[in-house]
């Protein structure tokens, strides 16, 4: 047992360390997200510069091929120092890991480097408005029509579709075989005349997501990734990658908020001292902080296992939920501290810091929702790690 | 960055494990459960024979000089099978005499501790007091070189099969006084745990040699404290473990309206709320234990870290067993009350969790920290 970084593992650290220290563009822009985005392709071009955009990606596909260790020091430490995230997050996390993991080799020409300059921007078109956490029910239709594939249905949820030049898009090409059998992983090109995304305003007031209408839009044959009728598989390979790799930001981020909530608490006065003197929040501060402490912990064991085994085991899906629930009570307790000043928003003079707070109180109610519903992960617990019957 | 146990960590956990399983039959437990003195003469001495007396005892007294990763594998399993022993009062009284004793008092009581042939128990809390750790008020009045002790101490684990106390006094002070000191009466206290034992101990004017006074101060018991926060912390993991494991085993076995009730996500999801207790409990635990043998300074935070979760996870969990279990978890014929009186005396003693998440809050909150002792 050794829960210190080796010297090599210390000196890559300390590498990326001084590179983010060194890069850091400062804050995202506060103004639309047309700005936003334009600001992260900046950040994504000066991340592939120096070799981390495709961090786990092969070296032989113009990533690092860092080890799972080195993914995990680095993503912590992005998060530590609030660098911004790249403006091709989906196309680097699961569209560039599933090409290389099922793709042609005319695929993988043809993709992987517009993956890693952010020059094409990658979406996600899974969800639909009838399947959501039942994704294999999906019901958008793909039709082959000579070389090529016919597509009409709707998907939803489906973030920077607005961005998007890709999407990767599972449709059912078989609707008599079994529900997760008829269905195939396409790469769909979003700039033709049979696609439309429309923005969804969320809960925040922003719009990262969207609905997208496919009516007759059209694939070539060659964009199937994975071989007609393998969609339900590879797209679990995409769930897979999505999810291994963003514990440790994850964590980094909930030890930067609760030093925010320390430091609020600190500030903020309540009859006859600040709110970090008062018992019960000290209490529930220091739950917040016994609970982040847990997650760090099973994440280091999980990615002790993970490098013994090699695949990620549905173990992850603990560390998914507890995270949810950590930022959710964390942002909620900070309203708590606010006290009657709570429902003040960002802009207003009196605001406590902003209304960042309320944000990302507001914005923290979907985290038990996307990447998989809280309710859902304690069905795969309870099926995959416990071994109970499945109710379905 | 290595988080598992190593192979020979592993090997101690396999072989307590199975130990324990064949030694604490449901049977024997409700045997030992149900004597006098709540204390397994044969098992200690197998015990004893394994080296678990001396587990964390150096080597130059006769222990197997492992360190506290080592002991919370095993306090873990002794958790599991809720092994009825004077096992954690004897390591606390073995971490008192490794780190704050003198070599003559190592000489005369450690080594023989460490060879299971003495056992000690540390007596604490004074009657009356708020009983949470440090804040002793029982004086220690000089007599010549030596001391007199009155007064009464509560909460002793053990102390019926006790050979000697390690007496805490206001000045921080331990002091060493055989069961048979004159002046010293043990009363059995009724307690909802009938597998570890809690008397209270009377001192009237019970003399101490000096020889016998341990030399260390007060500061130089936080480090066993701390220490023996992390065994109890992982042997209410042990029991977070089995009563889970129960729960699921009976979750898959049970049938209503035609289906195991483990389909049900009323039940299902109960069963993994206890897995995340249990595996953020072990996490906080084998952290801890780490960082007493690895990186001391982070021990105090980390320490408290584990006693607080594990304090909550200990209790809660067998009580979520008992739910799933329905009206059977509820009988006294099955064990599960057992491990929830286990649990929740755990969960309250050494520093419950509110106290230790004030101790958290201390830390993160960037105050300094009052000093404890234990």
């Given at each position: 047992?050794?829960?210190?970084?080796?010297?090599?593992?210390?000196?890559?650290?300390?590498?990326?360390?001084?590179?983010?220290?060194?890069?850091?563009?400062?804050?995202?822009?506060?103004?639309?997200?047309?700005?936003?985005?334009?600001?992260?392709?900046?950040?994504?071009?000066?991340?592939?510069?120096?070799?981390?955009?495709?961090?786990?990606?092969?070296?032989?596909?113009?990533?690092?091929?860092?080890?799972?260790?080195?993914?995990?020091?680095?993503?912590?430490?992005?998060?530590?120092?609030?660098?911004?995230?790249?403006?091709?997050?989906?196309?680097?996390?699961?569209?560039?890991?599933?090409?290389?993991?099922?793709?042609?080799?005319?695929?993988?020409?043809?993709?992987?480097?517009?993956?890693?300059?952010?020059?094409?921007?990658?979406?996600?078109?899974?969800?639909?408005?009838?399947?959501?956490?039942?994704?294999?029910?999906?019901?958008?239709?793909?039709?082959?029509?000579?070389?090529?594939?016919?597509?009409?249905?709707?998907?939803?949820?489906?973030?920077?579709?607005?961005?998007?030049?890709?999407?990767?898009?599972?449709?059912?090409?078989?609707?008599?075989?079994?529900?997760?059998?008829?269905?195939?992983?396409?790469?769909?090109?979003?700039?033709?005349?049979?696609?439309?995304?429309?923005?969804?305003?969320?809960?925040?007031?922003?719009?990262?997501?969207?609905?997208?209408?496919?009516?007759?839009?059209?694939?070539?044959?060659?964009?199937?990734?994975?071989?007609?009728?393998?969609?339900?598989?590879?797209?679990?390979?995409?769930?897979?990658?999505?999810?291994?790799?963003?514990?440790?930001?994850?964590?980094?981020?909930?030890?930067?908020?609760?030093?925010?909530?320390?430091?609020?608490?600190?500030?903020?006065?309540?009859?006859?001292?600040?709110?970090?003197?008062?018992?019960?929040?000290?209490?529930?501060?220091?739950?917040?902080?016994?609970?982040?402490?847990?997650?760090?912990?099973?994440?280091?064991?999980?990615?002790?296992?993970?490098?013994?085994?090699?695949?990620?085991?549905?173990?992850?899906?603990?560390?998914?939920?507890?995270?949810?629930?950590?930022?959710?009570?964390?942002?909620?307790?900070?309203?708590?501290?606010?006290?009657?000043?709570?429902?003040?928003?960002?802009?207003?003079?009196?605001?406590?810091?902003?209304?960042?707070?309320?944000?990302?109180?507001?914005?923290?109610?979907?985290?038990?929702?996307?990447?998989?519903?809280?309710?859902?992960?304690?069905?795969?617990?309870?099926?995959?790690?416990?071994?109970?019957?499945?109710?379905? | 960055?290595?988080?598992?146990?190593?192979?020979?960590?592993?090997?101690?956990?396999?072989?307590?494990?199975?130990?324990?399983?064949?030694?604490?039959?449901?049977?024997?437990?409700?045997?030992?459960?149900?004597?006098?003195?709540?204390?397994?003469?044969?098992?200690?001495?197998?015990?004893?024979?394994?080296?678990?007396?001396?587990?964390?005892?150096?080597?130059?007294?006769?222990?197997?000089?492992?360190?506290?990763?080592?002991?919370?594998?095993?306090?873990?399993?002794?958790?599991?099978?809720?092994?009825?022993?004077?096992?954690?009062?004897?390591?606390?009284?073995?971490?008192?005499?490794?780190?704050?004793?003198?070599?003559?008092?190592?000489?005369?009581?450690?080594?023989?501790?460490?060879?299971?042939?003495?056992?000690?128990?540390?007596?604490?809390?004074?009657?009356?007091?708020?009983?949470?750790?440090?804040?002793?008020?029982?004086?220690?009045?000089?007599?010549?070189?030596?001391?007199?002790?009155?007064?009464?101490?509560?909460?002793?684990?053990?102390?019926?099969?006790?050979?000697?106390?390690?007496?805490?006094?206001?000045?921080?002070?331990?002091?060493?006084?055989?069961?048979?000191?004159?002046?010293?009466?043990?009363?059995?206290?009724?307690?909802?745990?009938?597998?570890?034992?809690?008397?209270?101990?009377?001192?009237?004017?019970?003399?101490?040699?000096?020889?016998?006074?341990?030399?260390?101060?007060?500061?130089?018991?936080?480090?066993?404290?701390?220490?023996?926060?992390?065994?109890?912390a992982a042997e209410s993991t042990g029991i977070a473990q089995r009563t889970m494991e129960m729960a699921v085993a009976y979750a898959k076995d049970r049938q209503q309206f035609g289906r195991p009730i483990g389909a049900y996500q009323a039940v299902s999801h109960r069963c993994a709320q206890m897995l995340l207790e249990t595996e953020n409990a072990r996490s906080a635990v084998y952290g801890a234990a780490w960082a007493a043998d690895a990186e001391p300074e982070s021990l105090p935070l980390a320490a408290s870290t584990a006693k607080a979760y594990a304090s909550d996870a200990g209790w809660r969990v067998p009580d979520a067993s008992i739910q799933v279990h329905g009206g059977i978890g509820f009988t006294w014929e099955h064990d599960l009350h057992f491990f929830l009186k286990r649990g929740r005396s755990n969960a309250a003693i050494f520093g419950d969790a509110?106290?230790?998440?004030?101790?958290?809050?201390?830390?993160?909150?960037?105050?300094?920290?009052?000093?404890?002792?234990?």
């Amino acid at each position: 047992m050794d829960l210190t970084l080796s010297p090599s593992e210390q000196q890559f650290r300390d590498e990326v360390r001084a590179w983010i220290e060194a890069n850091h563009p400062g804050p995202e822009p506060e103004a639309g997200l047309d700005e936003v985005m334009a600001f992260r392709r900046e950040w994504q071009l000066k991340l592939h510069a120096a070799g981390w955009a495709g961090i786990s990606w092969p070296k032989e596909y113009g990533g690092r091929g860092a080890t799972l260790i080195e993914q995990a020091i680095f993503v912590g430490e992005a998060a530590r120092q609030e660098a911004p995230s790249p403006a091709n997050v989906l196309g680097l996390a699961m569209g560039g890991p599933v090409v290389i993991a099922h793709g042609t080799d005319a695929q993988k020409q043809r993709y992987l480097e517009p993956i890693l300059t952010g020059d094409e921007i990658w979406c996600q078109g899974f969800s639909e408005p009838e399947s959501g956490s039942d994704l294999a029910s999906l019901k958008t239709r793909a039709v082959k029509d000579g070389d090529e594939w016919v597509v009409s249905g709707q998907k939803v949820w489906t973030t920077f579709a607005q961005y998007a030049k890709w999407c990767m898009l599972v449709a059912r090409t078989d609707p008599d075989a079994p529900k997760h059998k008829g269905l195939t992983y396409f790469l769909m090109d979003m700039e033709q005349p049979g696609v439309e995304a429309k923005p969804l305003v969320q809960i925040t007031g922003e719009g990262e997501f969207n609905e997208v209408f496919m009516d007759e839009a059209r694939i070539p044959d060659a964009n199937v990734v994975g071989g007609v009728g393998n969609g339900w598989g590879v797209a679990i390979t995409t769930l897979m990658n999505e999810r291994a790799g963003l514990a440790f930001g994850a964590i980094a981020q909930i030890q930067n908020s609760l030093t925010g909530l320390a430091r609020l608490a600190g500030e903020v006065r309540l009859n006859g001292g600040t709110a970090a003197e008062d018992t019960y929040f000290r209490q529930r501060i220091a739950q917040l902080h016994i609970e982040a402490e847990t997650m760090r912990l099973n994440a280091y064991r999980g990615l002790t296992k993970t490098m013994q085994s090699g695949i990620p085991g549905p173990e992850g899906s603990l560390g998914k939920w507890q995270w949810a629930d950590i930022n959710q009570d964390l942002t909620e307790l900070a309203l708590e501290i606010e006290g009657a000043y709570a429902p003040l928003a960002r802009g207003g003079e009196n605001a406590i810091d902003n209304g960042a707070w309320q944000y990302g109180f507001l914005r923290s109610r979907a985290n038990s929702i996307e990447g998989g519903t809280t309710d859902i992960l304690k069905n795969i617990i309870a099926e995959r790690v416990l071994g109970l019957p499945r109710l379905r | 960055m290595y988080f598992d146990l190593t192979d020979e960590q592993q090997a101690i956990k396999s072989t307590a494990h199975d130990f324990l399983a064949s030694r604490f039959k449901s049977e024997r437990l409700r045997e030992i459960a149900a004597s006098d003195d709540g204390f397994d003469v044969a098992g200690w001495t197998e015990m004893a024979e394994l080296g678990w007396t001396g587990l964390a005892v150096p080597e130059e007294w006769g222990g197997q000089g492992l360190g506290i990763v080592e002991l919370a594998v095993l306090f873990e399993e002794m958790g599991y099978a809720l092994a009825p022993s004077p096992l954690f009062s004897n390591t606390i009284a073995g971490l008192a005499l490794t780190l704050c004793g003198s070599d003559d008092l190592r000489e005369r009581y450690l080594r023989p501790l460490a060879a299971g042939e003495v056992r000690g128990t540390p007596a604490l809390w004074d009657a009356g007091s708020p009983a949470t750790p440090g804040g002793f008020t029982m004086e220690a009045k000089p007599d010549g070189d030596g001391v007199i002790l009155d007064g009464e101490k509560i909460l002793v684990p053990d102390a019926a099969s006790a050979d000697f106390f390690l007496v805490a006094s206001s000045d921080g002070k331990r002091h060493l006084v055989e069961r048979g000191a004159d002046g010293l009466t043990v009363t059995a206290e009724p307690a909802i745990d009938p597998t570890r034992r809690f008397s209270s101990v009377r001192f009237d004017g019970v003399r101490v040699a000096a020889a016998d006074t341990l030399p260390g101060a007060e500061a130089d018991y936080y480090p066993v404290f701390f220490r023996l926060c992390v065994a109890l912390a992982a042997e209410s993991t042990g029991i977070a473990q089995r009563t889970m494991e129960m729960a699921v085993a009976y979750a898959k076995d049970r049938q209503q309206f035609g289906r195991p009730i483990g389909a049900y996500q009323a039940v299902s999801h109960r069963c993994a709320q206890m897995l995340l207790e249990t595996e953020n409990a072990r996490s906080a635990v084998y952290g801890a234990a780490w960082a007493a043998d690895a990186e001391p300074e982070s021990l105090p935070l980390a320490a408290s870290t584990a006693k607080a979760y594990a304090s909550d996870a200990g209790w809660r969990v067998p009580d979520a067993s008992i739910q799933v279990h329905g009206g059977i978890g509820f009988t006294w014929e099955h064990d599960l009350h057992f491990f929830l009186k286990r649990g929740r005396s755990n969960a309250a003693i050494f520093g419950d969790a509110k106290w230790h998440r004030e101790r958290v809050a201390d830390a993160v909150l960037s105050r300094a920290a009052e000093p404890v002792s234990a």
